[in-house]
């Protein structure tokens, strides 16, 4: 399972409307690829087909979509959002993550 927090679930609305993305047909998908400072990163887009492999979640009123793959990775993992002084974007609290980079965005295990 994934949870959202209440401001990345604002921020993820938010952009849903600027963007013209049905929240209906929509969703988010979170993934993980190789690469990064830290071997892997994280990825996070809108999408709205579904592949066979693809688990679905709701949390906080945002459908995430997730690869089995990267569900793996995932697994009990926040997504947030913070809008502070040291950058502004998406952060994901990720427990199974031994280790991340400086701005967060890649991890190993």
Request: glycine residues 8%.
């Given at each position: 399972m994934i949870k959202v927090s209440?401001?990345?679930?604002?921020?993820?609305v938010q952009m849903m409307q600027q963007?013209?993305?049905?929240?209906?047909?929509h969703f988010v998908r979170v993934g993980v690829k190789?690469?990064?400072?830290?071997g892997l990163s994280y990825e996070l887009t809108f999408d709205?087909?579904?592949g066979e492999n693809d688990?679905?979640?709701e949390d906080n009123e945002v459908r995430i979509v997730v690869d089995?793959?990267?569900?793996l990775y995932l697994v009990g993992t926040t997504l947030e959002y913070s809008g502070g002084l040291n950058g502004k974007g998406f952060?994901?609290?990720n427990?199974?993550?031994n280790r991340t980079c400086g701005c967060g965005e890649s991890f190993s295990l």
């Open positions: 209440q401001e990345a679930r604002d921020q993820v963007d013209g993305v049905d929240s209906q047909s190789s690469g990064g400072c830290s709205a087909a579904l688990k679905i979640y089995k793959k990267s569900f952060v994901f609290n427990p199974n993550a």
